[in-house]
């Protein structure tokens, strides 16, 4: 395939991968789904749940994490994200549960998230801030919305092998670990730095990181 359509190709992969829609993004979803399945369940055991928490999963695309966190507790789950077709999608889904109010599914973004303060006991959060520009304001936003004994856990893949996709070049905000680390006590936390097998969509063999954040 000639350069320029690769390069096209993997503008359009990285676009859809920040904010999927339409068709292709049905097929990034699943795409995400399946592939991020390892890491996401591995975030959702880090948060060691007792069944009864309020959870968000904030910027859950394919919405694997909602299922997830549906499963591990018995208090309501929200689901931030973006993208309205990736809540429509999550509301097909889920139609029970978001009518029984156990689901509440919000279009935001991490730096104004439509939550109150101290409202949620735990979140999950991968794979996201590749796509914000300055992390200050959300991860500010992710402290004040969790409650003091909350925990939070923020997935993020190894910078190295994301720096070297070529969909990347596209937009992609690529950090060092430990700089993400030291943004997440700015705003208050304190961090534990886990590592987890890589998920499939990494191809193998290479960590993933997995922050879990506690109100300092």
Known sequence: ???????????????????????????IAHV????????????????????TETIADVGFGGGLGLELLLKATKGEVHGIEPSPGMIS????????EVSAGRLHLHIGTMDA????????????????????A???PAFADLRRVLEPSG?????????????RQPFAKHGFVVRAVDDVVREL??????????????SRST???????????RPG
């Not at 439509?114 to 914000?132: D, M, R, V």
């Not at 925990?151 to 720096?163: Q, S």
């Open 1 to 27: 395939m000639p350069p320029h359509i690769l390069d096209v190709a993997h503008r359009l992969v990285a676009r859809q991968l920040g904010n999927p829609t339409g068709l292709l993004g049905a097929v």
């Open 113 to 132: 998230l439509p939550l109150a303060t101290a409202s949620l006991n735990a979140w999950i959060s991968l794979n996201t801030i590749y796509f914000i």
């Open 32 to 51: 995400l789904n399946n592939g991020n399945a390892p890491t996401i369940t591995a975030a959702v055991a880090a948060l060691e749940l007792a069944g």
């Open 151 to 163: 925990r939070g856990v923020l997935g993020v893949a190894d910078p190295v092998w994301l720096g």
């Open 89 to 96: 999608r999550a509301r097909r889904s889920h139609p029970r």
């Open 185 to 198: 006590a700015d705003a208050g936390f304190d961090v534990e730095h886990r590592t987890t097998p890589a």
């Open 203 to 213: 191809g193998g063999g290479v960590p993933y990181n997995l922050l879990i954040c």
């Open 134 to 136: 300055d992390l200050e």
